[in-house]
């Protein structure tokens, strides 16, 4: 059933009007998000901060993990908004850096720290584009995964 339907207000309502410059406010700007659109480089991400969770006075609150690509940070504002009351939400997100298959600097110690930091109850979720996946030729661009 529509929202109209029902006379409700819509599903869906735009917070922020995105323009050219959406890349340079929010979520997208932060630290935990490698990629500096202002300069079209690499950041130096501090993944020691930003996959440390706050696990509350008591240390007793369970904690979701995000890690991946440019896909898993789209993912970042909805997965807070959907877990923060009971879970600490972290992540960590560089454009182009394949965790699932690669094994860089960058991709060892996101494992390492979020190993180390671990505990039962504890989600872990990564995100990638899922062409990364495939192991035919995606056209028209030409994209191709890495498993065979």
């Given at each position: 059933?529509?929202?109209?339907?029902?006379s409700?207000p819509?599903?869906?309502?735009q917070?922020?009007?995105?323009d050219?410059r959406w890349?340079q406010?929010?979520?997208w700007?932060?630290?935990?998000?490698?990629?500096?659109?202002?300069?079209?480089v690499?950041?130096d991400?501090p993944?020691?901060?930003?996959?440390?969770?706050?696990?509350?006075?008591?240390?007793?609150k369970?904690a979701?993990?995000?890690?991946?690509?440019s896909?898993a940070?789209?993912m970042?504002?909805?997965?807070?908004?959907?877990?923060?009351r009971?879970?600490?939400?972290v992540?960590?997100?560089k454009?182009m850096?394949?965790?699932f298959h690669?094994?860089s600097s960058y991709?060892?110690?996101v494992?390492?720290?979020?190993k180390?930091?671990?505990?039962?109850?504890?989600?872990?979720?990564?995100?990638?584009?899922?062409?990364?996946?495939?192991?035919?030729?995606?056209?028209?661009?030409?994209?191709?995964g890495?498993?065979?």
């Amino acid at each position: 059933v529509s929202c109209l339907v029902r006379s409700l207000p819509p599903c869906f309502v735009q917070n922020q009007n995105y323009d050219a410059r959406w890349q340079q406010w929010g979520d997208w700007v932060n630290n935990c998000w490698g990629w500096d659109y202002v300069h079209m480089v690499y950041k130096d991400s501090p993944i020691e901060t930003c996959l440390t969770p706050n696990r509350g006075p008591h240390g007793k609150k369970p904690a979701v993990f995000l890690f991946g690509d440019s896909h898993a940070q789209m993912m970042v504002p909805a997965l807070r908004h959907a877990v923060s009351r009971d879970y600490a939400f972290v992540y960590a997100t560089k454009p182009m850096h394949d965790c699932f298959h690669l094994a860089s600097s960058y991709c060892l110690r996101v494992g390492l720290h979020i190993k180390r930091l671990l505990k039962p109850g504890d989600i872990v979720a990564m995100g990638f584009a899922s062409w990364k996946f495939s192991p035919t030729v995606i056209p028209p661009a030409g994209f191709k995964g890495s498993f065979r």
